[in-house]
């Protein structure tokens, strides 16, 4: 067979192009979500950090997780609680910011080593002391609903949300946003509402804004598509 492989791999590439569109499209309609309901976001984010805290803490004493582990996991998403402070702003230079990224890194290494060795129990043969406890085991969707809810959950959850400070609008009450301290009193407040509005960007907005206009820019250089400049002369 020959035309029915060259079939699967493209059906394998549009699925994954329609997967990364479908994908792109969720973060942008969030991120617009949580700039109509910032209030209501962040209350949300919060009971969802705290909920996750007790759900490793039920894991720690009723299935036995590992305690530092489970330590680790706690302290990350108290960390994580920290970025709401000035919600929806962020500075991506912000200590906190940057630890909280490097710990989501460490919590999925960690979790990924911890789940991938096997548990051992003690046996009867002096020759084989130990060998693999299979029914305490966890399944395939046990340890993906972990990462998924416990793990990856909230950092997720706050990348849809938070706004990057560097595309902030720098006004009275933002400076911890920009870094700098610039006199406001000439514009109107009308001016600085609509001006706010346009310059303040969720982060996964900005993302996929940046990749929608890398993409077009790419493909009127190499000639796939007539960008708006060339359409004109």
């Known amino acids: 067979m020959w035309i029915l492989p060259l079939l699967g791999y493209l059906g394998v590439i549009v699925g994954f192009a329609f997967l990364t569109l479908a994908i792109a499209s969720g973060l942008y309609y969030l991120s617009e ?3 109509e309901h910032t209030v209501l976001a962040r209350r949300l984010l919060s ?3 705290y909920s996750v805290i007790i759900i490793q803490i039920l894991l ?3 299935d036995r997780f590992p ?3 489970t330590l680790l996991s706690v302290v990350s998403h108290l ?3 920290s970025n709401l402070r000035r919600f929806p702003i962020v500075k991506l230079s912000d200590p906190l910011f940057v630890l909280s990224c490097i710990l989501v890194g460490l919590n999925h290494w960690l979790w990924f080593r911890h789940f991938s060795k096997p548990s051992l129990q003690t046996a009867n043969n002096w020759r084989q002391p130990y060998q693999v406890n299979i029914e305490d085991m966890p399944t395939f969707t046990e340890v993906a609903s972990y990462f998924g809810l416990c793990v990856w959950l909230v950092p997720f959850a706050l ?3 938070l706004s990057a400070g560097e595309n902030v609008l720098p006004s009275m009450g933002s400076e911890y946003a920009t870094g700098d301290r610039v006199a406001t009193a000439g514009l109107s407040d009308r001016a600085l509402s609509s001006d ?3 310059k303040s960007k969720g982060m996964a907005k900005a993302l996929v804004d940046n990749i929608r206009d890398w993409v077009s820019e790419n493909g009127e250089l190499m000639g ?3 960008g708006e400049r060339t359409r004109r002369f």
Do not use: C
């Open 159 to 161: 990348f849809v949300s």
């Open 33 to 35: 979500l949580v700039e």
């Open 67 to 69: 305690f530092f582990l």
């Open 60 to 62: 720690l004493f009723i």
């Open 79 to 81: 960390i994580y609680a």
């Open 196 to 198: 706010s509005k346009i």
């Open 224 to 226: 796939f598509w007539r």
């Open 47 to 49: 009971r969802l950090i």
